[in-house]
């Protein structure tokens, strides 16, 4: 329907005598019969709701013009708002506030800046609301530098409240500005607020997330001075940045002063507890916390599981582990990709290798797809019992999924033919992981020259060891006990002496068969006074020479003398 002069006055009249809702109805109706709206129009019905107090409609209705569903050739959107912002019976504080929260909706950020901005120019006070949702949208969006600017603009306005500077401790927190965090904290101390026990969490949180259990404990302590009772929240967070930072017995500590506090720990507090017992190979006190979730109240979940079956798979208790799989379907919960791979996993170390592909079958049969982290398992797990056959089928079905070897994959693939003395074919997966882009690590290395090693060509395995400079990689442990152990085999005193010495001078202890080995060609060469010297080196480090090598030492000195 082509619109007239003479029919925007009608529909124009007709919204200034309809009640609110009602014209509404109209407005939209228009719209659907192809009526164009104009300035005058949407103003009127802008007006009416605002007058009724129909807030949320009002909104609504901005949101469809501002993400385009509402047009017309008689006005663009900036226009349209400049109208309706500048028209004097709308120029009001709820008018700029629908107008900047359809922005913010609609991913506009820094057009709803603008809106506020002009609001705060001409003296109108918005809600704490409206401030907030602009901080968060604003922090959302990456630009957190910005609303620390418009926080601290805003220090001492009436429409700044505790919610505001929970935003922004939390956006500190997730930016890593830990100082920002606290400098916020002072300067809602300095308003005379009180902070309450999110905000002192949200601070914790961020203390042990960048590695600061120090100013955390400090903070907990705080608490209970200014007399702010921790949540069940607060304790988790400790709890979990205590265990991740390893100050075990502090968590531990916490958790018996949870429960004298009255607080009861959650399915998240016992979660974190069962797991550092199973990392410690405790199982026997994980099941302790896990009858005490059954007493208590607290029903488990599948992480609860998944842990336990870890625990139990780490000291090749297979057979429990599949048990607590049952238990676990029982209770209503479903296995899933995780709780399989921990299974093969422990099948896999205790050489059971067909259970371990009968799982892996499970998997497919139950419509979950195997990752990268099942192949590398299973890969891992045919490597070390030898049978490269199966291990190159694993992989080439793992391409066949779309699923590409990872870094992992082509180490274990090297580590398995270097073990079976096929260095040609190590080297050949050795190349493909360069081709492929992937970055060579220490384990690369390690297998690499234990291999060489192992056939006695050091030379190789030397090249190898000179070329990680290259990489940017300092040999660790490991790799200068292998050198050593290559060195020792062709007897070369001199080379297996000068890497102990630069083992110890990179702060490393050389472990006790380097040592012993060492001494050994030592002797053979007649120089017994250095073998000595790796004697006191010994004893210093922890370690106890053995019999065999004081007995050498001897010898080496009866033949001298």
Request: net charge neutral; aromatic share 10%; charged share 20%.
């Amino acid at each position: 329907m082509l619109q007239t002069q003479q029919g925007a006055a009608v529909l124009v009249s007709k919204l200034l005598k309809t009640p609110p809702l009602k014209a509404l109805t109209l407005f939209k109706s228009s719209i659907e019969q192809g009526f164009h709206q104009t300035h005058q129009s949407f103003s009127i019905i802008l007006d009416g709701l605002l007058s009724s107090n129909s807030i949320s409609v009002a909104q609504s209705l901005i949101l469809q013009l501002v993400s385009g569903k509402i047009t017309s050739p008689h006005f663009t959107v900036p226009s349209l708002l400049h109208h309706l912002t500048h028209t004097h019976f709308l120029n009001s504080t709820p008018l700029y506030e629908i107008v900047i929260n359809a922005h913010l909706q609609s991913q506009l950020i820094e057009e709803g800046l603008v809106f506020f901005n002009e609001m705060i120019d001409k003296g109108l006070v918005p809600s704490s609301n409206t401030f907030n949702s602009i901080l968060s949208s604003v922090i959302k969006n990456g630009s957190f530098e910005k609303a620390w600017l418009i926080f601290e603009e805003s220090m001492g306005k009436e429409f700044l409240d505790m919610y505001s500077f929970g935003i922004v401790i939390k956006g500190c927190c997730e930016f890593g500005d830990l100082n920002g965090a606290f400098e916020a904290l002072a300067k809602l101390k300095q308003m005379g607020w009180q902070p309450n026990v999110v905000i002192y969490t949200t601070i914790i949180d961020g203390c042990f997330k960048y590695g600061d259990a120090g100013r955390a404990k400090e903070l907990f302590s705080t608490m209970s001075v200014e007399g702010i009772i921790p949540n069940q929240y607060t304790y988790s967070v400790l709890l979990n940045g205590f265990f991740r930072q390893g100050l075990k017995t502090d968590g531990f500590e916490l958790y018996e002063k949870m429960k004298l506090d009255g607080v009861f720990p959650d399915i998240y507090t016992y979660n974190s507890l069962i797991n550092v017992y199973c990392s410690d190979g405790e199982v026997s006190k994980a099941f302790e916390l896990f009858d005490e979730m059954r007493h208590n109240g607290v029903v488990y979940n599948v992480v609860t599981y998944n842990t336990l079956i870890r625990g139990l798979c780490q000291e090749k208790r297979v057979l429990e582990a599949e048990k607590l799989v049952d238990q676990m379907k029982l209770a209503g919960l479903h296995p899933n990709l995780i709780t399989y791979n921990t299974l093969i996993d422990g099948c896999c170390s205790a050489g059971k290798l067909e259970k371990g592909l009968t799982l892996f079958n499970q998997i497919k049969s139950y419509g979950l797809t195997p990752t990268s982290i099942t192949y590398n398992t299973l890969i891992a797990g045919f490597s070390r019992a030898g049978n490269l056959s199966k291990v190159v089928d694993f992989v080439r079905e793992m391409e066949e999924r779309g699923i590409f070897p990872s870094k992992v994959t082509y180490t274990i693939l090297i580590d398995a033919f270097a073990r079976s003395n096929d260095m040609e074919k190590a080297l050949e997966v050795f190349s493909r992981m360069h081709k492929a882009g992937l970055t060579v690590d220490l384990c690369t290395y390690g297998a690499l020259i234990h291999g060489w090693c192992s056939q006695g060509n050091v030379k190789e395995a030397s090249k190898l060891f000179l070329s990680m400079s290259e990489c940017h990689l300092q040999p660790n442990d490991v790799i200068y006990n292998t050198m050593i152990f290559g060195y020792c085999k062709e007897s070369s005193s001199y080379r297996a002496l000068k890497l102990l010495k630069e083992m110890v001078e990179n702060g490393m202890i050389p472990n006790g068969a380097s040592y012993c080995l060492t001494i050994e060609v030592l002797c053979g060469d007649g120089k017994w006074k250095e073998a000595e010297v790796l004697v006191s080196g010994m004893i210093k480090f922890g370690l106890k020479p053995s019999v065999s090598s004081r007995d050498l030492i001897q010898k080496a000195k009866n033949v001298t003398t």
